[in-house]
């Protein structure tokens, strides 16, 4: 039965690599709502719609019935009409517009979507990085589109990471490891508006389908350990030994959901289930994946540690032989006493609360790595800051008062002219300004900075307090704030007067941190043309430009000041400059 206009699917769309989906026939689905047909009641319909998931969706309809799988499970509520709708194109329009709203809540300067830094969730950066470029070679090599490297091409990346920013930032998730490998898999077969809609519903607290916190995710691994216990107690003690059951150990699952042991589509007929069933599919399939070493394999293993135990497991899945589709008729057996073998949902849910203590004594500190969301700026005529991971350090760096502010330029070399005189002109007036500079040297340059607590003017004595810093934001960022001598050495205290030099600003140079030789941790020059920069007392910082690189040409430099987000007023702008000595 072929449907029309707002009431048919929508096509499922490749948004990870570009390719076209192929369509492929199925007798049990038609182009448009109801997912299912002939079923009676409700609950028929989902019964039947289970089974159906499990025999694999065609492709082109993926992403309609994975929104409609996800909508219909987290509201049960609410009518089959209803959520079934979610995947047709009446729906579309709405999807998309909720979508911009979100990245436009997240990058006030669309530029900086091109620019973005993806946020690892308690994945790791290297892990993410693994993900991104070789683990989903084999996806690509099928799809024609994988490099040579067998890395996710670039727009897929940037699709990817949109799509976890906007979770990250607007749904307020910090830690939920197998999410990028999930919303990577969505990307397969959504667009980035579907994938997100999705992925806003699976962290419903009633859906059950993803650990949105370290404790779900440690209760997780706990529950899991426990039911293989109960289960095949032959196999818990091979994988406790090899440390297989460890939060660790179970990365495979829990963090990498399946993508590192399972072949593509396996990995896809496996999602069709999971986004009608959440948790459930995941502990049923980690459990069934375990039955593929049988008992007495188990003595003639040679297992060093928990990849060499997921190694056997990879080993056995990917080998020709294997059938994923009779994997799962074992799992989804079709008398319902072997069924009951494995943990129902319900039951799921009540181990993973009596694990919850468990997890909290014994999860170690999560510390999130990923740059928080980049400062916007004002003005399109600003250079040194466009680029969105400059403005997410600074973030990361200023004090944390003035972090819901934005970049208002205020000098620059290409508008202003290059001297000194004019950058005290402009920046007399303005407290806690932002100072970037272009420093070359050879063939390279690089970004460097430093951030001022007072006012930039000319002035007899060093000023300025210990919330200064110096930073080099492009390459390989670093900040080094001030920190206060506390030993009591004698040559310490002889010492302390350069320590608190923190800004210098004369008729003939500008600059922040000092030493007692004379040198600065950042000088520049009265025409702003030469710099030098050398670890200074107090900042501990490299030389800026890189290591062994203390002198400099200066190319463009600018300065920002911070004006507030909720009002566009200048924080700590006056009027009548008190530090206004020149001509002193």
Same mark, same amino acid.
């Given at each position: ?46 019964? !039947? ?160 389908? *993803? ?8 209760? @997780?691994? #706990? ?61 049923? *399939?980690? !459990? ?6 049988? #008992? ?61 203590? @468990? ?34 350090? +600074?973030?990361? @760096? ?123 941790? +950042? ?62």
């Amino acid at each position: 039965m072929t449907k029309s206009g707002n009431t048919a699917f929508v096509k499922s769309v490749d948004s990870l690599f570009g390719q076209e989906i192929v369509s492929v026939d199925s007798p049990w689905f038609s182009d448009g709502p109801p997912l299912v047909l002939g079923a009676k009641t409700d609950k028929r319909s989902l019964k !039947l719609l289970k089974q159906k998931c499990r025999w694999g969706l065609p492709p082109q309809l993926r992403c309609a019935v994975w929104i409609s799988s996800v909508m219909r499970t987290v509201n049960p509520h609410l009518p089959i009409s209803e959520t079934d709708s979610y995947g047709t194109v009446g729906a579309e329009n709405s999807i998309d517009a909720k979508w911009g709203f979100a990245l436009n809540a997240v990058f006030t300067n669309p530029t900086d979507r091109d620019d973005a830094i993806a946020p690892d969730l308690g994945l790791g950066q290297e892990m993410l990085h693994q993900l991104i470029e070789n683990d989903y070679r084999e996806w690509g090599v099928q799809s024609g589109l994988a490099s040579d490297s067998g890395a996710i091409p670039e727009e897929g990346v940037r699709s990817l990471t949109l799509v976890l920013c906007t979770a990250h930032q607007v749904l307020g998730i910090e830690f939920c490891p197998p999410l990028p490998d999930v919303a990577a898999i969505l990307l397969t077969h959504m667009p980035e508006s579907y994938a997100f809609t999705s992925i806003r519903e699976m962290i419903n607290d009633t859906s059950n389908f *993803l650990p949105v916190s370290q404790r779900d995710y440690y209760s @997780w691994c #706990k529950t899991y350990a426990l039911f293989v216990k109960r289960m095949v107690p032959h196999t818990y003690k091979v994988m406790e030994s090899c440390g297989a059951l460890d939060p660790q150990g179970l990365d495979p699952i829990f963090k990498r959901f399946f993508t590192t042991i399972l072949k593509r589509e396996d990995v896809l007929r496996f999602m069709d289930v999971y986004m009608l069933e959440g948790c459930k599919a995941i502990f049923r *399939l980690a !459990l069934s994946l375990l039955k593929l070493i049988v #008992k007495k394999e188990l003595k003639s293993l040679l297992l060093t540690d928990a990849q060499s135990w997921w190694n056997e497991i990879r080993y056995r899945t990917l080998d020709p032989s294997f059938s994923f589709q009779k994997h799962l008729d074992k799992m989804y057996p079709k008398y319902g006493n072997m069924g009951k073998r494995y943990p129902r949902r319900h039951i799921i849910g009540r181990a993973n609360k009596f694990h919850e203590k @468990w997890a909290r004594d014994n999860m170690p500190v999560y510390i999130d790595q990923t740059p928080p969301k980049p400062i916007s700026y004002t003005s399109e005529k600003c250079l040194l800051a466009k680029r969105a991971s400059v403005r997410s350090y +600074l973030a990361k @760096w200023l004090p944390p008062s003035l972090r819901a502010t934005k970049l208002d330029l205020v000098y620059s070399t290409e508008i202003h002219g290059r001297s000194l005189a004019s950058l005290y002109k402009e920046c007399r007036r303005s407290k806690n300004t932002i100072v970037l500079v272009e420093a070359m040297t050879g063939n390279t340059s690089s970004t460097i900075g430093m951030f001022a607590s007072c006012a930039w003017n000319i002035n007899p004595s060093p000023y300025g307090d210990g919330e200064c810093f110096l930073f080099r934001a492009n390459p390989n960022p670093m900040c080094f704030n001030w920190m206060p001598d506390c030993s009591g050495d004698m040559d310490a205290l002889e010492s302390q007067a350069a320590r608190e030099q923190f800004m210098v600003a004369r008729n003939d140079f500008i600059a922040m941190g000092a030493n007692t030789d004379g040198t600065n941790g +950042l000088r520049l020059d009265q025409e702003l043309v030469k710099g030098e920069s050398y670890p200074a007392l107090g900042f501990d910082n490299e030389p800026l430009p890189g290591r062994n690189c203390n002198t400099f040409d200066v190319g463009v430099l600018e300065v920002y000041h911070l004006i507030r987000e909720v009002d566009g007023k200048a924080i700590g702008h006056n009027k009548n400059p008190v530090w206004d000595l020149e001509g002193l």
